[in-house]
C-alpha cells in the first residue's frame, strides 16, 4: 500500500491549511487511516483518525474542534482540513494506514506516507 500525501506549506495564526492523503488500493474493511505530525524535537503524535467503513472519527484533544477529517472524493481517501491553526501546530504531517485497528498511535501504523512540512507563524 502507498500513500500518496498532498497539501501543508505556510500559513498565518488563525489561518487555514489542508492535507490529503490518497491510499493505492480499494480500502477493505478493516483498513484505517489516520494523521501524525512530528515536531521539532517532539515525538511522533496521532491527531486524525478514522475507520471508514465504521465511519468512525476521532481527534487528539489538541486539535479537537480545530481540524476535520472527511473522506476525499475517492472512497481511498480522506482530507485533513486544518483551521485556526496555532504556531504549535507547526510540524511535519505524515499519513498513516494501518491493515487493523484504529491508526491512531504508531504501533498500529503499517504504512506511511511521505512527510508534509506545515508551518505556522504567529
Known amino acids: 500500500v502507498q500513500l500518496a500525501v498532498s497539501g501543508g506549506g505556510s500559513a498565518e495564526a488563525g489561518g487555514s491549511l489542508r492535507l490529503s492523503c490518497v491510499a493505492s488500493?480499494?480500502?477493505?474493511?478493516?483498513?484505517?487511516m489516520g494523521w501524525f505530525r512530528q515536531g521539532p524535537g517532539q515525538e511522533r503524535e496521532g491527531i486524525a483518525f478514522?475507520?471508514?467503513?465504521?465511519?468512525?472519527?476521532d481527534y487528539a484533544d489538541s486539535v479537537k474542534g480545530r481540524f476535520t477529517l472527511s473522506q476525499g472524493n475517492a472512497k481511498n481517501s480522506m482530507i485533513l482540513q486544518m483551521d485556526s491553526l496555532l504556531p504549535e501546530d507547526t510540524a511535519m504531517y505524515y499519513c498513516?494506514?494501518?491493515?487493523?485497528?484504529?491508526?491512531?498511535?504508531?504501533?498500529?501504523?503499517?504504512?506511511w506516507g511521505h512527510g508534509t512540512q506545515v508551518t505556522v507563524s504567529s
Open positions: 498513516a494506514g494501518c491493515d487493523i485497528g484504529v491508526c491512531s498511535v504508531i504501533p498500529d501504523v503499517n504504512y
Open positions: 488500493v480499494y480500502i477493505y474493511r478493516t483498513f484505517a
Open positions: 478514522t475507520d471508514f467503513n465504521g465511519g468512525s472519527i
